[in-house]
């Protein structure tokens, strides 16, 4: 497994990463405590989950009954700020919804810590530095390690990791963001905002719901378990035969090296500077296995140029 650095911090990440939401959604404690042990067991550090995955709390719970004592093993990073239930006190990012958050998180995950928390989506009724200044107490409390943000922009990340220089606070440090070849728009923005500031991007969707692993074909029936097919009129919006001719590239241009559509995927992402860790999620160890795989490939610079070449698009 090779390691990258979070941003400018000391923190470091598996290159592959575990993304937790299918933990109560879509497979049970019996099924989790599988994936995550198949993950510690190949080298992953990374582990990501929300208060809100798994039906608003249910990942959290599973991820730390599997990682049981393991978890000083790992890095543990948890979100905030979507609702967790009715009315205008359960979401967002208040000083008072954050401090109750971090306590709610910390006994289903069961630790003491959580070593990367990240604002979920931009709070537009909060004033970012409210949001900035009650992380920064969590920091020096010892109940955070690390903040990131998640779902910005990058004027809103800007705007962050100013804030943070002039009142001293502590800064992001990680993006997660939706990042991949089929969509790559946050190089326009939020990766320039984020190399400027001294953090890293942590793509989710690697593999664009699935598009990106072949289980999608031009002109078949979709898949009834597929993601995109259950996404209804959402999913159509990513089947479109301009996503299917790029595909079709990526494929042979793994293909002809000897690799998978996924291996292009995600050997991409993780080749890329501004990238620590590819958060993919799993619910079967043999996947979690090709994540890993496909990690491992290092692409080199004409690699790099013909992946631009391919599946760049204004």
């Known amino acids: 497994m090779r390691f990258k650095t979070l941003g400018n911090s000391g923190l470091k990440v598996s290159v592959a990463g575990l993304g937790c939401n299918n933990f109560g959604m879509k497979i049970d404690q019996a099924a989790t405590d599988i994936v995550v042990g198949k993950a510690l067991d190949l080298g ?8 809100a995955y798994g039906n608003k709390g249910g990942s959290e719970t599973m991820l730390g009954k599997a990682l049981g004592p393991r978890r000083k ?38 630790t003491d810590y959580i070593d990367l928390y990240q604002l979920h989506f931009p709070d537009p009724d909060t004033p970012i530095e409210e949001t900035l200044a009650a992380l920064d107490d969590l920091v020096h409390s010892g ?34 963001n939706h990042y991949n070849l089929l969509d790559r728009k ?9 190399k400027k500031y001294g953090g890293s991007v942590l793509p989710y969707f690697p ?29 159509k919006g990513i089947l479109t035969d301009a996503n299917f ?5 990526v494929t042979a241009f793994a293909e002809t090296r000897g690799k ?8 991409w992402l993780a080749s890329q500077p501004h990238v620590a860790s590819v958060i993919a999620g799993a619910t079967k160890p043999e996947q979690v296995e090709a994540n890993v ?4 490939w290092e692409m080199n610079a004409e690699e790099l140029d013909e992946m631009n070449r391919i599946t760049f698009r204004l």
């Open 293 to 296: 795989k496909a990690s491992e």
């Open 143 to 176: 109940k955070v390690r690390y903040i990131g943000s998640s779902n910005l922009t990058g004027w809103q990340f800007t705007e962050a990791a100013f804030i943070a220089k002039e009142r001293r606070l502590t800064p992001f440090v990680s993006a997660q």
């Open 186 to 194: 946050i190089e326009f923005d939020l990766v320039p905002a984020v």
């Open 260 to 267: 998978t559509t996924l291996d292009a995927a995600i050997g």
């Open 44 to 51: 992953i550090t990374l582990f990501d989950t929300a208060d």
């Open 245 to 249: 001719d790029l595909v079709e590239k």
């Open 73 to 110: 093993e790992i890095v543990l990073a948890t979100k905030f700020g979507l609702p967790m239930g009715d009315g205008e006190y359960m979401k967002g990012g208040s000083r008072r919804y954050i401090v109750n958050a971090v306590e709610a998180s910390l006994k289903r995950l069961g």
């Open 207 to 235: 593999l664009a719901s699935g598009m990106l692993t072949g289980k999608y074909k031009r002109g078949r029936d979709l898949p009834n378990d597929g993601r995109l097919t259950q996404w209804g009129e959402r999913g």
